[in-house]
DNA sequence: ACATTGATGCTCT
DNA sequence: GAGCATCAATGTG
């Protein structure tokens, strides 16, 4: 049985391009994550570009560290990190080796294996809310930091691939500030989301949180 | 619907 | 020690 066309992976190449080219052209694919309980299957509708060591919102802004390694390596791979101490975000490392840009996959419609994701996120109201934030999309498809760094066009087997889906059109992608990224970084209109689609995340602005004594 | 805030621990300075 | 690419519960309308 030959695989549809909207079921061909993604190959390497596609990675190995700028940020900005890859970020709004992930819209609309599909997102498959192998798991020992069977496959489950979204449709990304929010993404965030973060490019490279020149990008103040970047965890790559001040180099290379333990941490941002896997965004210095090659296109095609996971960067998996660990925030606010409970939750995990997936981004898909862009551009060439060496380099350290990355899309934050945001916001996705869950299309398989509801099943699986609703055991993942028991707190979830409804079903567009599964995968409705980064981290309720990592939680949604069982990633954590096993998966950083792992290479994401591996294969039929590997537990993570990109396949064509059905793209967003260019006239149905809107863009603007990323959320939570303040300074700088602010600047950019570097968030991309499908118009109009119930699963992408609420925009938060950046705010800054003095802790501490005030006053 | 929107605003506010606690939870929780890792990473880098 | 400060800050974090967040979520969910709580309060108010």
Redesign the pocket.
Known sequence: MIDAPDRMPLAREFFDRPVLEVAPDLLGRTLVRRTPDGPIEVRLTEV?A?AGEADP????Y??R????AS?FGPPGHA?V???????F?L?LVCGPEGTAS?V?L?GAEVTKGADLARER?P??RKDR?LA??????A?ALDID?TLNGIDICAGPEAPLSVLFGTPVPASRIRSGP?????GEGAAHPWRFWADGDPTV??Y?AH??????KQE
Do not use: C, D
């Open positions: 965030e973060y919102g970047s965890h790559a001040r180099g560290t333990q941490r941002n965004m960067y990190y660990f925030i606010y101490g409970m939750w975000s981004n990355g934050l945001r996120r707190k979830a809310e409705q934030g980064p981290a309720r999309l939680t930091r990323r959320t939570g990224v303040g995340s609420p938060r705010v800054p949180r003095h802790r501490g």
